[in-house]
C-alpha cells in the first residue's frame, strides 16, 4: 500500500505542551500534506511541503520532510485546547495521478 | 465563500434502497474528489474528475457505486443497491486550478447508514 502511516496513533498532552505528530511513507513523492479533522467534520487543509523542501512554517505548525527516510513531522507548539483533532498525512506521488493518499490518522488529545 | 456543499448531511436508509449523494464544489475549482470514512478502513479515495470528467475511478468498490459530474457546480454519488457495509461518511473535495497534487478542500461529509 502507498498508504502514509501517522505515528503515534493517539497521543494526548496538556495544553501549552508541544506535539509532534510523524509520518512515513513508502515511494517518492512531489509533495506532503498535512490535514486536521475535528469530531464530525471534514478534513481541513493545514500545510503543504514539497518534494524539494525541508521544513516550513506556519503560524504554530512546524513541518520537516526526510526525503531520504521517506518520513515527515508535525510539531504544533504551544498547544491548546482547541489543537483537539484528529491529524492527517497525504502524500502526493510522483509519476501517478494527481490523488492524494491519506494516512489513517492520529488522534490528538489537548487536555486543558 | 461558502465552502463545499454536501446533502444530505445524514442518511439513514434500508439495505436495497438507492441512495444519492450531493456535492457542490467551490465556484472556479476544476478538480472534485469523492471520498469515504471508516474505522477500519481509514480515507478512502472512490473516484475523481477534472474539469467534470472523470480521471480514476479505481477506488469504487463496485458496479453498485456510480458517479457523475454533469457541470462544474455539481456532482452526485449514486449507490443502488445499497448494502449495510456501505455505512459510512461520505466526502466530497474540491480542488483550485493551481495545479494537480495541490491541496483539497472538503465538505461537512454525508454519514450514511444503511440498515
Known amino acids: 500500500s502507498q498508504q502514509g502511516e501517522e505515528d503515534p496513533q493517539a497521543l494526548s498532552i496538556q495544553e501549552g505542551e508541544n506535539a509532534t505528530m510523524n509520518c512515513s511513507y513508502k515511494t517518492s513523492i512531489n509533495n506532503l500534506q498535512w490535514y486536521r479533522q475535528n469530531s464530525g467534520r471534514g478534513l481541513v487543509h493545514l500545510i503543504l511541503i514539497r518534494s524539494n523542501e525541508r521544513e516550513k512554517h506556519s503560524g504554530r505548525l512546524r513541518v520537516t520532510l526526510d526525503t531520504s527516510k521517506k518520513s515527515s513531522s508535525l510539531l504544533i507548539t504551544a498547544s491548546r485546547a482547541a489543537d483537539t483533532a484528529s491529524y492527517f498525512c497525504a502524500t502526493a506521488y510522483q509519476g501517478g495521478s494527481e490523488k492524494l493518499v491519506f494516512g489513517k490518522g492520529m488522534k490528538l488529545t489537548v487536555n486543558p | 465563500d461558502a465552502g463545499v456543499i454536501q446533502s444530505p448531511r445524514h442518511e439513514v436508509t434500508e439495505m436495497g434502497q438507492e441512495v444519492t449523494l450531493r456535492c457542490k464544489p467551490i465556484s472556479g475549482h476544476n478538480s472534485l474528489f469523492w471520498y469515504r470514512q471508516t474505522m477500519m478502513r481509514g480515507l478512502e479515495l472512490l473516484i475523481y474528475?477534472?474539469?467534470?470528467?472523470?480521471?480514476?475511478d479505481s477506488g469504487m468498490p463496485e458496479d453498485r457505486f456510480s458517479a457523475k459530474m454533469p457541470n462544474a457546480s455539481f456532482s452526485t454519488l449514486k449507490i443502488q443497491p445499497s448494502e449495510p457495509r456501505d455505512s459510512a461518511v461520505y466526502f466530497c473535495?474540491?480542488?483550485?486550478?493551481?495545479?494537480?497534487?495541490?491541496?483539497?478542500?472538503f465538505g461537512p461529509g454525508t454519514r450514511l447508514t444503511v440498515t
Open positions: 473535495a474540491s480542488r483550485p486550478k493551481t495545479g494537480a497534487w495541490g491541496e483539497q478542500y
Open positions: 474528475f477534472n474539469n467534470n470528467v472523470p480521471i480514476d
